[in-house]
């Protein structure tokens, strides 16, 4: 068992262990807006009774990895997570063209968020299902901040997997699960309501509802007024720092999802003490 391993084995296996999860994060967050798009677009022509396009296989795992640029594929021994990037000082073995530094800043958020989920819970089954939380989190805070989508193959499943996760770990929280899965999802459809009738505008998208709800399923109700003031919070801080620093964006739109990523984050590493703070505050 991985929780029997000496402290001096166990952490580098983590750790290699996060850098290949988040390794394979940047392959959905970098394909599966893509395949929906195709998905889409086949659906609109189907619809359209217009004749199919002849596509090449396109997946998680078809074709193999190759450079953004110049199509080459990457040698497995540059692919290496973290490891391939500083060997190859962030370009490609062929045409010399920079690759995105997301590719190595994914694969170390993958790696922080299971050792914080490792060194916070431990070692356990409970871990494994929190670790998948945390990872899908930022697989949707990555493609929202993007392509603004929130892909409900992602958003739906973890709502899912939250209420069996109270209902394995935590029985008596599932009726408070519920209501926070009902609640997450029904106060940002009302406030977006809301904000189109007083403004004519749409302030946020339907996945936001949904990834607020997959967050009340895995944290109860009682966390979501918490998520909402730290995401809300810090969303207004970087929009005011965003739109000071660079003018042109002045007015864009900002996605949602990020924040409410990172308030999940926070609540599902440091919920307990953070929670009975916020109640302190509050009494």
């Known amino acids: 068992m991985l929780a029997d391993l ?3 084995l166990f952490w580098p296996l983590v750790i290699v262990l996060g850098l290949c999860l988040g390794s394979f994060l940047n392959v959905v967050i970098t394909r599966l ?3 929906l798009m195709h998905g889409w677009r086949s659906e609109a022509r189907e619809a359209l009774e217009l004749e199919e396009e002849s596509t090449a296989t396109f997946n998680l795992i078809t074709p193999a ?3 953004p ?3 080459t594929p990457i040698a497995w021994h540059d692919n290496i997570p973290l490891i391939g990037y500083i060997k190859r000082r962030g370009q490609c073995a062929n045409c010399k063209q920079h690759i995105s530094l997301q590719y190595p800043l994914i694969e170390l958020a993958g ?5 914080a989920v490792l060194g916070i819970h431990g070692a356990s089954l409970q871990s494994v299902f929190l670790a998948g939380a945390c990872l899908s989190l930022l697989v949707l805070a990555v493609i929202d901040f993007r392509t603004q989508l929130l892909p409900d193959i992602i958003t ?3 709502l899912w997997v939250g209420l069996g996760y109270q209902l394995l770990f935590q029985p008596l929280m599932l ?3 519920v209501i926070g899965a009902m609640a997450g999802y029904l106060s940002l459809w009302s406030f977006y309501w809301l904000f189109k009738l007083v ?3 749409e302030g946020m998208g339907y996945g936001d509802f949904k990834l607020l709800a997959a967050l009340g399923a895995w944290l109860g109700w009682q966390a979501l007024p918490m998520m909402l003031i730290l995401s809300a919070g810090v969303g207004a801080l970087v929009g005011i720092l965003v739109q000071l620093a660079v003018p042109r964006l002045r007015g864009a739109p900002m996605p949602f999802g990020p924040f409410l990523a990172m308030a999940g984050w926070i609540a599902l590493l440091a919920g307990a003490p953070l929670q009975a703070a916020y109640q302190g505050l509050i009494s």
């Open 6 to 8: 000496p402290p001096s």
């Open 33 to 35: 807006p893509v395949m």
């Open 65 to 67: 990895s190759q450079c």
């Open 69 to 71: 640029a110049c199509n």
């Open 111 to 115: 790696m922080a968020l299971i050792v």
């Open 156 to 158: 739906l499943p973890l």
């Open 175 to 177: 009726h408070a699960a």
């Open 199 to 201: 403004t004519g505008k």
